[in-house]
């Protein structure tokens, strides 16, 4: 910005003059802000606001006479807005600019000490407002033209699709618009072809006059923006002067731009006028920038319809070669999606004609997503993403419902058909009937799950449930299961639908019903032959026979059935039962491949509720000796307690009377009574611990005292093997909240199997230490360590290895471990032959729970 000088106090209007370029720069910062103003260059936001700035200062400078302004400025004002609504500016933009105009003007005239100058600033508002309302003034009314101008056009786009009709219409407008124009020509393409006139009223364009005129469109089409004839002259040769020939004064021409591509000129003739008027000009650029778009949608729709042309011609030699294809196909128009061409294999695959089809809809209806069952929508076919986006679809699985009410599934391919100029003009789909492979994969996959489902659980009743789970809705919308009064004490029938309420009506049948006669024979064949039996659909014989059976006609109603299957369930050479599977609301029909995978599934069903049954008798068969076990040990406990006791008396007094020879004997006894005792501990504790009855007293505990009660215990067996036998713990270990009893017990049983593998001059070592929210004991020996083999079976019951010298019931770590896991616990062993064993128990730090 220049550097202001003292202000003139007494002349506004020369302050004006004399700071242009601050007061201009300034401004310019202040509209750049609005919305249209970034669309502009600096040089077309400031084309015209140096006239209008001269004209504000010369109306600030004269005493409200406006004829003292220079005629030329006083158009400014409405010349500017007439620009500024070819650039798209809205009309209170346009005040705006006028608005900052005033105030930069005003704030520099302030700044500098020029605000005293009263009357000097009622001329400048009254300059100001007299240029907005010019420049409103203009704007609406060029405003109104145009609208109404490109009304026309529209009018005339939608009347015909025909160019050169359109083009007619456009130059009809043309004249209407601009009162100037006598004479209007539009020239296309690269020959600059005539396609349309008006105003020439003593003939067509011919010989050198036509010449001269494509020589003028040319000079247009090189500048690439609107000039007169009069400033082209001098680039272009003499006989282009031909053009005034039909009495034209002022020619105007206007290029024709599309993407930055000339399409063809538009040249506007007057014979009455000097020079067409601003707002003349402006109104032809405008009017023909928007009529291009038009133009160029009218060239395309031409162009499209001689490619169809010549489609039709080649349709004969390409359905001779499709009608041999191996695939389905469907070629597709580009517009609409009518059907083109399509083959043989495209009807055979759907089971319906595709002739006469006018859009994509008509043989997308019956199209679904595989996964979700999901309709497609029309945009969502590979047809129609082809044609309208140009989408190469490849290898696109579709679920079909066929013509004839059957099922299937199709791989899909579809590219488009682009013509020279890129553009799509076809699609082209097609499609290969994989229904039975994909059938066959399912039926692998559905077999597949299903073992994993049905190995998942040994409760019979939850294996039958789970069956139904399986079966609805993948394999049928119903799935009844039936077993043998043979097999179980009473005939279990398990069903299953995917509406609750559905199940509870039909349950309601087939108690009126128990059962229906129909599936008692169908039942009474299946379990006889050991055979599945399909039943296509109510013709099948032998429901043929009780069709008419009241009951069996309303459950058939009621549920909806169109197709079944039974199949036996046989497992081991042994028949409990079956299953019948049927199909409602989803209206599929049972097939030989359903039949296959039902019969397989039956097996695999039958194999899965046999375990659960053996299970089961297992499971009864344990709890039976384990209460066996339960009421034998507290029996024997009485009896044994009387001969520990007698064998204590009966030491006394052999000691007393110094009989040693009785002495040994009772010790025997005593040593096999001990023996017994503890074994029946054993027994009762884990009687308990499987019952779920074992009550753990818990209350805070020092884990450490805990260890070394436990080790004072062994000391004197160690001692006397010759074993050192040591307590070791970290000093940061918190309390725990335990059944103390219990917990010793568990240390016992790991100290008392250490020190009976470990040899003299070996060591086992007791450890306590916390991590994270446990305490963690262990036990460590430097035994002949227990072979790798052996260590899962460790904490089994009755289990005992047969290398590591340890002697007992097989119940010690299992107890152990019970007594951990009722703790909240885990337990576990690492052992290396030739080099000991350590095993480690965790107690939760602070855990109450019992």
């Known amino acids: ?14 302050f004006i003059q004399r700071h242009h370029d601050a007061v201009l720069e300034k401004w310019k910062q202040r509209v750049q802000s609005l919305s249209p103003a970034r669309r502009l260059s600096d040089t077309l936001l400031t084309d015209h606001i140096p006239s209008v700035l001269a004209y504000i200062a010369e109306a600030t400078g004269s005493e409200g006479a406006e004829a003292a302004v220079d005629r030329r400025l006083r158009g400014m004002p409405g010349y500017h807005a007439l ?57 609406q009314e060029a405003r109104v033209r145009l609208l109404q101008a490109l009304d026309t056009i529209s009018a005339a786009a939608l009347g015909s699709s025909d160019l050169d009709t359109f083009l007619k219409a456009l130059i009809r407008a043309t004249r209407e618009a601009a009162a100037a124009v006598d004479v209007a020509i539009v020239l296309l393409g690269d020959g600059l072809e005539v396609h349309a006139t008006a105003g020439l009223d003593d003939g067509p364009l011919l010989g050198p006059p036509l010449e001269a005129t494509r020589e003028f469109a040319r000079a247009v089409l090189a500048l690439r923006g609107p000039t007169s004839l009069d400033a082209a002259l001098p680039a272009l040769p003499a006989t282009a002067r031909e053009i005034r020939s039909r009495g034209l004064r002022a020619v105007y021409g206007v290029p024709l731009l599309h993407e930055g591509h000339a399409i063809g000129v538009a040249i506007l003739g007057s014979r009455n006028a000097e020079d067409f008027s601003d707002e003349d000009m402006l109104m032809l650029r405008t009017m023909t920038s928007r009529a291009t778009g038009i133009i160029v949608q009218a060239q395309l729709v031409a162009k499209e319809r001689a490619s169809r042309h010549q489609a039709d011609d080649a349709r004969a030699l390409l359905a001779t070669v499709v009608e041999q294809m191996p695939a389905g196909l469907i070629i597709g128009e580009r517009q609409t999606g009518r059907v083109l061409l399509t083959n043989r294999q495209a009807t055979e695959i759907f089971r319906q004609s595709f002739e006469g089809i006018q859009s994509i809809e008509g043989y997308t209806g019956r199209g679904f997503h595989p996964r979700s069952g999901k309709p497609y929508e029309t945009w969502e076919w590979p047809l129609s993403r082809t044609v309208t986006t140009g989408e190469v679809v490849n290898d696109e699985e579709i679920d079909i419902l066929r013509g004839d009410g059957t099922w299937g599934r199709i ?55 789970r069956l139904g789970r399986l079966t609805v809705p993948e394999l049928a919308d119903w799935c009844v299961i039936q077993t043998l009064p043979e097999f179980e004490a009473a005939r279990r029938v398990t069903l299953t639908h995917a509406d609750p309420e559905t199940v509870k009506r039909a349950r309601a049948l087939f108690r009126e019903m128990d059962p229906p006669p129909a599936l008692t024979a169908l039942m009474e064949q299946v379990l006889c032959t050991e055979r599945p039996e399909l039943v296509r659909d109510l013709s099948h014989p032998l429901l043929a026979s009780v069709g008419e059976h009241p009951a069996f006609r309303r459950l058939v109603r009621a549920l909806g059935i169109t ?53 089961e008798a297992a499971q009864r068969a344990i709890e039976l000796r384990d209460n066996v076990l339960a009421t034998v040990s507290h029996d024997l406990r009485n009896p044994l307690s ?9 030491t006394k007094r052999a000691a007393a009377r110094g009989e040693k020879g009785d002495a040994k004997a009772i010790q025997a006894i005593q040593r096999s009574a001990h023996r017994m005792d503890r074994l029946l501990h054993d027994l009762l504790d884990f009687a308990s611990l499987r019952a779920g009855r074992l009550a753990l007293r818990r209350q805070p505990q020092d884990p450490r005292e805990i260890s070394r009660e436990a080790v004072e215990t062994f000391e004197s067996q160690a001692q006397e093997k010759g074993v050192h036998l040591g307590v070791a713990s970290t000093e940061d270990v918190p309390l725990v909240v335990c059944d103390r009893d219990r917990v010793l017990q568990v240390l016992s ?30 036990v460590a020996d430097t035994g002949p360590g227990i072979p790798e083999d052996e260590l899962p079976y460790l904490f089994e019951r009755f289990w005992r290895g047969q290398r590591n010298g340890y002697k007992g019931t097989g119940l010690g770590l299992a107890i152990a471990r019970e007594l951990v896991v009722a703790h909240g616990g885990t337990i576990q062993v690492e052992s290396r032959v030739g080099v000991g064993t350590t095993f480690r128990f965790t107690i939760p730090v602070g855990s109450a729970e019992g």
């Open 1 to 14: 910005m220049e550097q202001l000088g003292r202000p003139n106090p007494k002349r506004l209007s020369d």
């Open 83 to 139: 620009n500024r609504l070819a650039h798209g500016y809205d009309l209170s933009d346009v005040v705006m600019e006028y608005a900052a105009l005033r105030a930069v003007i005003l704030e520099l005239w302030e700044r500098d000490g020029g605000g005293d100058g009263g009357r000097e600033l009622i001329r400048l508002n009254a300059a100001i407002d007299e240029a907005i309302a010019g420049a409103v003034s203009h704007y």
């Open 411 to 465: 791989l899909v391919r579809s590219s488009p058909v682009r013509d020279p100029d890129g553009r799509v003009s076809a699609g082209i789909v097609t499609f290969f009937d994989i229904t039975e492979r994909t059938r066959a994969e399912q039926g692998q996959r559905f077999l597949a799950a299903a073992s994993a489902a049905l190995s998942d659980s040994l409760d019979l009743q939850g294996t039958l449930d």
């Open 563 to 615: 197709s079944a299957m039974v199949v036996p369930m046989v497992a081991r050479g042994r028949t409990f039962g079956c299953i019948t599977l049927a199909t409602a609301e989803s209206g599929r029909i049972y097939d030989e491949a359903d039949l296959a995978v039902a019969h397989d599934l039956a097996q695999r069903a039958a194999l899965a509720a046999d375990n659960a049954r053996l299970y």
């Open 642 to 650: 009387a001969i520990i006791t007698a064998a204590a008396v009966m």
């Open 749 to 778: 049983n790991l100290l008392s199997n250490a020190l009976k593998v470990t040899g003299a001059q070996g060591s086992v070592t007791v450890r306590c230490e916390h991590r994270e929210e446990h305490v963690v004991f262990s």
